[in-house]
């Protein structure tokens, strides 16, 4: 079985998800209207996405912007609606007025996925308790991610509490995987490897133009490098995908241990400092004269 970490990667259109998959991304979260964090895309897209790459898409349902499902009927009819172009995996999460997770919503909209795959989104973040929502739905079908930044401030806020769901894992509740994003950067990864989260999300990381801009293989490219240890030619050789020689790993200053991570001590890198770490002996260690890393953003991450 594959120890490879997941990478996932928003793709609002054909053109970022040919990117992503060539930069080296294992799945795509697909939306429209980054304004709005992430809605449901048309089902032209889908269908469009769909003939072009052969990797995991994961459509998203939300139909407004904020943690209400609204129209309830209306996002129902749209999910099945998703199910023709060829959507097999779905990305959702509602909330009620209090903060609990909007229950009777989510069981009606799965109950029309016929048993796909499907993520519940960053709607985790701001719930009352994350732990009640995650053994409610630990039982629905199809659940097996739960994409979160461990707080709704993002990554720097919620290493501490990933870390500590990590820990959980295979206790009731806590069998879905943990998919790491919002404000996601490189220096955070390795600490988060080595606290067993195997799964990571960007958006704007893989932007370097920005929203307004696509996605970018090369960027895409950068934290699959990362993700696999810096070793061996970037993910993407052989089949269509960019693919670049790993740099050598010159000396490198001490950082944060692993210890000071879990307390969200984290280091954040300047300007001119490399977000691209190691853990060697428990010790996070940096590469000197890179670029920093891009803030993801948004519901979507």
Known sequence: MSTRAVLEVIALDVEDAVAAQAGGA???????????????????????????????????????DGFAAGDVERLVRVAGEMRRPGAEQFVLGFLDAHGGVDLDAVERVVGVLDGCRWTFHRAIDRAADRDAL????????????????????GVDGGLPTLLAEARRCGEPGYEQQLLVGG?????????????????????????????????????????RRVLDGCTGPAWGAGRG?????????????????????????????????????????????????????????GLAG
């Open 26 to 64: 294992d799945r795509l979260e697909l939306v429209t209207d980054m304004a709005a964090d992430g809605l449901t895309p048309p089902a032209g897209t889908v269908a469009a996405i769909r003939a072009a790459v052969d990797i995991d898409v994961r459509v998203m349902l939300r139909l407004a």
């Open 134 to 153: 995650r053994k409610q739905l630990g039982d629905l079908p199809g659940l097996d991610a739960y994409l979160t930044a461990g707080s709704a401030g």
């Open 183 to 223: 404000g996601l950067r490189l220096d955070h990864v390795p600490g988060l490897l080595a606290g067993g989260i195997d799964a990571f999300h960007i958006g704007g990381a893989a932007r370097p133009e920005g929203w307004d801009g696509p996605v970018s293989a090369e960027a895409v490219a950068e934290w």
């Open 241 to 297: 995908g960019w693919r670049s020689p790993a740099p050598a790993v010159p000396p490198a200053p001490t950082l944060p241990t692993l210890a000071s991570l879990e307390r969200g001590d984290l280091h954040r890198p300047g300007r001119h400092e490399c977000p691209r770490i190691d853990v060697v002996a428990g010790v996070v260690r940096a590469h000197p004269g890179c670029p920093s890393g891009t803030t993801a953003r």
